[in-house]
């Protein structure tokens, strides 16, 4: 399968000029977050389930512990765990995607 082809069509047309300045930075998780923040909100709402979707946003956006989001969504913490693992398995893997979607856009322009 060619690389094209595996990008996501919301992730494969994503403006690669956006970021083409910060692309010279050495890339570490923390940075390749911040440069690809609009392709990690259209991963979070196009790519997790509503469950995943819903832990992250608790854990993330309103800074819930695991414990907190357990009860608020009636769920063993060992579930919002194992969720939480998966879905950032997840993000990390297409943001990967999108970052290499961007340098090989960038290498041929």
Do not use: C, W
Request: charged fraction near 25%; hydrophobic fraction near 40%.
């Amino acid at each position: 399968m060619k690389f094209a082809q595996r990008i996501p069509q919301h992730v494969a047309e994503a403006d690669p000029s956006m970021i083409q300045d910060l692309l010279e930075i050495p890339h570490t998780n923390r940075i390749q977050l911040e440069i690809s923040k609009k392709a990690l909100q259209q991963i979070i709402q196009n790519d997790l389930t509503s469950r995943q979707r819903e832990i992250i946003l608790l854990k993330y956006y309103h800074n819930m512990s695991n414990k907190e989001i357990a009860g608020v969504l009636h769920l063993d913490a060992s579930s919002v765990s194992r969720t939480l693992t998966r879905a950032k398995a997840k993000i990390y893997k297409l943001l990967h995607v999108y970052l290499e979607y961007l340098r090989h856009a960038k290498l041929e322009s």
